[in-house]
């Protein structure tokens, strides 16, 4: 946070890199104290889904970008936990958390980790466009985080009418931001750490 301006200002690429490698280091650290890793079976989660203390999907898909960053071992176990977390239905942060993975680290993954979360991505990714989901200039993390969607999926599934949506939605959000100079909800640590 610039303090002079009350302006909140991405930290720079250097910074964001040192910040992410500790975050990822504490990830890492504390979810290998919740989940068992046995030789054969790549994902033994203590908790049930359904249990309070379980990590919900977004949570599990955001984990993945710390295991992905790291050694194959770690890269192993970031492939295991995201093929076990399962969409059963559409959640927008979720799905553009799989978009962003896939786009990330979509080329490292095991062939058949890649595949799954393809067609995760192709059964959801369509309902990142719907009305429901317009930039409004209020509480803007979810249509920000489908038009994420849109543009990634459109991309990977070589889906050019995902595409152009979420370049319909990117200029709406452009011109709201113009109009306003900030985005409500998108602008904290929480989306730039």
């Given at each position: ?75 192993q176990k970031g492939a295991a936990l995201l093929e076990a977390t399962e969409l059963p ?74 595409a152009k949506l979420g370049l319909e939605r990117l200029r709406d959000a452009v011109a ?18």
């Amino acid at each position: 946070m610039n303090t002079a301006s009350g302006i909140f200002v991405a930290p720079a690429p250097a910074e964001l890199a040192a910040r992410r490698k500790v975050i990822y280091q504490q990830v890492i650290t504390a979810l290998d104290g919740v989940l068992e890793w046995e030789p054969g079976h790549p994902l033994v989660d203590r908790f049930v889904d359904s249990a309070p203390a379980s990590p919900d999907k977004r949570c599990r898909y955001s984990m993945a970008f710390a295991y992905l960053a790291g050694d194959e071992r770690q890269r192993q176990k970031g492939a295991a936990l995201l093929e076990a977390t399962e969409l059963p239905t559409f959640d927008n942060h979720a799905v553009a958390i799989l978009a962003t993975l896939l786009k990330v680290h979509g080329s490292q993954l095991p062939a058949q980790t890649r595949a799954l979360l393809l067609e995760r991505l192709a059964r959801y990714a369509a309902e990142a466009g719907t009305e429901d989901f317009r930039v409004q200039g209020f509480n803007d993390n979810a249509p920000m985080h489908c038009l994420t969607t849109l543009l990634f999926a459109g991309d990977l599934l070589g889906n050019r009418a995902l595409a152009k949506l979420g370049l319909e939605r990117l200029r709406d959000a452009v011109a709201m931001l113009e109009r306003r100079g900030v985005l409500g909800e998108m602008n904290s640590p929480t989306y730039t750490a």
